[in-house]
Each structure stands twice: as C-alpha cells, then as structure tokens.
C-alpha cells in the first residue's frame, strides 16, 4: 500500500494511538511510522488528543521494587556509554558519517555513544533511521550559530522527506518577544528567499515542506533565523538572530 | 536531584535523552503513580502491569531522544508521550495474552453460551471506562460538546481506551455488530478531535 491518502493516514493513525489496529497492519503501521516523519507526525497528534483521556485514570502506587528493576535495567547500559562517550567540539557532528559507511554494528550502542558525544545532535527521525537502520540517513543538515559563533539551532530533513525537524541548542532559550516569533528561512544560491517555518524558542519541534527537502534544499546553501513581526513576511527582515551553512550530508 | 526537581518534564526528558539518568529517575518519580493506573486499568492486574511499566519505562529511557515537544507548531504534551508508549506496551501484553487464551481454548464460551472476552477479567477494576470517559470530558470541559454523540459512541471509544479492547471485543461486549462498532470508533475519534480542537486542547 502506498499510503499517500491523507484520510487514509488519519484513519490508521488513530486507531494505530487508539489500539483497535492489529495484527498484520498494526506491524506494517510500525514499519511506515518508522520510515516516514510525517506519519510519525499525525499518530503523535492523535497520541497528545488521547492522551487527553488517560488524565482521568485514578492513580495506583506499584511496588519499590519496579523502580529497582527499572534502574538495574537502565543504569549500568549508562555508565557503559558514558564511558564511550567523547567531548567534542560541535563541527564533530559531521564524524560520524565515517562510521555509517562502515556500517554502524551493535547500532543501539554506537548511536546511543554518538548521541552522548554530541547532544541533541541526532534526533527523532535522524536517530531513529540509525538506530533501526544502523546507517546515516541521506539528508540536509544545518547547524545554525548565533552572533557570538555558538551552535544554536540543528536543523535536519531526510532527503525524501517533508519534514524538517528542529532541535534548539544550548542552555538558554533563542531570544524572541511575546508579539514575535522566530521565523526559519531557506537562502537559495539563484533565487529568492523562502521561508520553512517557525522555530520554538527552546527545546525542539518539527515543520512540514510543501515539497520534499530534495526539491527544496537542494539548491540552498544558507539558512537564516530572523525575527519577524508579521504572520506571513515575504522576505526575512534584517533581524538575523542565527546563520548558518546547509549541507547535504551525503 | 534538587537541581531536577525545578526542571519541567520537557526539559527531563531532554535530560534523559542525554544520558543524564537523575532525569529519568525524576520522570518516573513524577509520572509513575498515574502510568501504573493506565497500566493497570488496562491489564486488569498488578503483576502485569507492573511487567509493562518497567518495558515502557526501559523504552522512555532509550527513546528519550525521540520525543518532539511540537508538531507543525502544536505542542505535544510529554505526559501524553509517556501515556502512548505505556498504552502500546500494555497493548503488547494483551495481545499476548489473548494469543496464549486463544491456544489454550480456541473458542471460550460461556454458561450461556455467549463468548466470553479478555474484558471480563479487565471490566472488573472500578471505576467502569464509561465513567472514566465522562470524567476526562467533564475535566476537559468538552462535556458539551461530546454529548452531542449518542452513548453507544463514547462507550465504545471508551471501552477501546481504557481497557484496551479490539473492535470485535468491543462489538461481543456491546452486542452489536463489528462494523456497526468501528463506525461508531470512527465517528468517535473525529467528534473528540473537533471538541478538543475547539477547546484548544489538542491539535
């Protein structure tokens, strides 16, 4: 199945949050949330509305000895991986293509290594497709900095993909005012400016493409962060708040 | 830890996701009591839903990194994250369940001859999912909007919910027929998304 309808989609992503998708489309379900962030996208919507329900479940104390078991489960896999773990500037980030050529073995450890290595640096639809895939996925990557040099912004999207997923950097929030907002934009080599989306301020979120990242990035080189009062600018103010280089990691 | 306890569950989780496990050992802290009652309230029994917390938790830990605050600019509660991985493992285990009944009995019937399903045993913990269905709409002040569905609907979008039934397990405790439940699901599920979404609640 393609799974190209966007009714469709809807309709399996929530009975996929809800449970009552089972079996054989349930697993196949799986599979396509996976490969693709925009199903991931819909299913989290329907999780965060169902979710809503749960609220009312009157809460129950487990025995001591789950969280003994959870930690045993979870503490010693961290004190390995710490241990594997290298600080390291943030240009690192481009390192790890080595290793996917290479082919990620034990992929888990390796990633959840690299991960610790570089914060924040792989996530979501990135750190999925290693960890399940154990390779690097084909896609943009633009690490944005701020006036002072500092990485603030990871901006990544599968090649294939429609979506581009945000991660801010840091400690602190980007800084934006109640009636502002952050506005990301794409800065082609031969044309006009054209905006992504907006960013949040802190933590990290993702923004749908009309078009797939392929089509779209393939010719931008620069991405910028403005400030922007207006709901839809046509081109970014002179506001810069961060910049950066796009790339097309392989 | 003192540190920890000022920080938002976002922020933990981001924690978490770094490798930090005095983050995650202030999630479960935070969200162990509620997840415990949506395990339970779905298994039916402490045993099992403790099996299931401690998957789901093993998961949040691994997958810390996978959660996204914001999608298409709507944000997407943590608590709601956690809910989802804890419902999907709990689901995990009643399928189990249902596939070791299933070999032991193909086709349990009753004294009445009626088919007995996996929710007898999970109907049992008090309160019923109808009630808890009309508890979050009420808290969620979508009350209103909601009742504009007939019960047959809510009841089955709660008996789906709460208990983790299928549309045929549905359908055998309702006694009506499957794809009579399904419509009823479907037409549920859009009705709690216009109500949600009209509340602002959710996307």
Known sequence: MRYTDARLLDALASAYALGTLEGGARRRFERLMRDRADVRDVVAQWEQRLGQLALSVPQRKPSADLWRAIAARTQPAQAQQARQARPSRWTSWLRPAGFGFGGLVAGVIAASALFLAVPGAFITSDQLAMRTGERLPQSYVGVLTDTDGRGRLLVSSLRHGRTVTLKVLGATALPVSGDERLVLWALPADAAPFAIGTVPASGAGTLTLPDTSEKLLSKVSRLVVTRERSASPAAPSADVVLSGACAKLW | MNRNILMSLQDLIAGAARGDHACFAQIYERTHLHLFGVAVRMLGNEQAAEDVLQEAYVSIWKNAGGYRSSVDGQEIQPITWLIAIVRNKALDALRARKRRNTHEQPLATGP????????????????????????????????????????????????????????????????????????????GLDKLRACLSAQGVAP
């Open chain 2, 112 to 187: 009445d001859g009626e088919a007995e399903t996996e929710a007898d045993t999970a109907a049992d913990p008090a309160p019923g999912a109808a009630q808890l269905f009309d508890q979050a709409m009420h808290a969620l002040r979508i009350d209103g909007c909601m009742s504009a569905l007939d019960g047959s609907f809510r009841q089955s979008l709660a008996l789906a919910y709460y208990q983790g039934l299928s549309h045929t397990e549905v359908a055998a405790q309702m006694n009506a027929p499957l794809g009579t439940v399904k419509a009823w699901i479907r037409r």
